[in-house]
Structure formats: C-alpha cells, structure tokens
C-alpha cells in the first residue's frame, strides 16, 4: 500500500531552523511536494520537487525553505531556516506516483513557530 508519512514537526523560535522528512512506501512518484494549512485558512502550496531534481517554490519561502529528495531512500525533505511566526501551520507532504499518475497525502505535521 501507498504511505507517506511526515515527521519533524514541532516547537521552533522565530529565526531558527527545522528540518520536515517525509517517508514514503509503495510505489515510485514522479513528483512530490510540501503544502501547508494554518488555521482559517486554505491550504496552499509550500514547494514541489521532481524527480530529476528541479524544484519550485512558493513566493513566501523563497530564499528560506529547502526542498529536496533522496530517491534511494524514498524520502523527501523541507528544510526551514529562518522561520517566522507566519510558517506556523500543519505541514502535509504530497506525492504523484509514476505508475497510474494518482496522488496520495501524508497526515500532516504541525509546525510551531513561536518564542
């Protein structure tokens, strides 16, 4: 069976780092990615990575978050630096299968960013 599972969420201050992990099992997907829901609000895309590396990312982490992934491993990362009280959400990693096209969701990771 498909499972994505996050983990590394927590308590971060304003200006420190966390680093998200994803595990995934059950199949090889071609593109994966990092969305974010605060409360009240809609969920929105955080960063998406392909297979081969190339990646894109929301306007508001920009220089901030990095995503990357370690095919061997079958995980996928978010690296947070320098993170604000606005990054304070729960974190769901997403991945699309290269067999089938079909898209699963992890079940979230809550990220805290206070002091």
């Known amino acids: 069976q498909v499972q994505l599972v996050e983990s590394g969420g927590g308590l971060v201050q304003p200006g420190g780092s966390l680093r998200l992990s994803c595990a995934v099992s059950?199949?090889?997907?071609?593109?994966m990615g990092w969305y974010r829901q605060a409360p009240g609000k809609q969920r929105e895309l955080v960063a998406v990575?392909?297979?081969?590396?190339?990646?894109d990312y929301a306007d508001s982490v920009k220089g901030r978050f990095t995503i990357s992934r370690d095919n061997a491993k079958n995980t996928v990362y978010l690296q947070m630096n320098s993170a604000k009280p606005e990054d304070t959400a729960v974190y769901y990693c997403?991945?699309?299968?290269?067999?089938?096209?079909?898209?699963?969701w992890g079940q979230g990771t809550q990220v805290t960013v206070s002091s």
């Open positions: 990575i392909f297979r081969g590396g190339s990646t």
């Open positions: 059950g199949s090889i997907f071609s593109i």
């Open positions: 997403k991945a699309r299968s290269i067999v089938g096209g079909y898209e699963y």
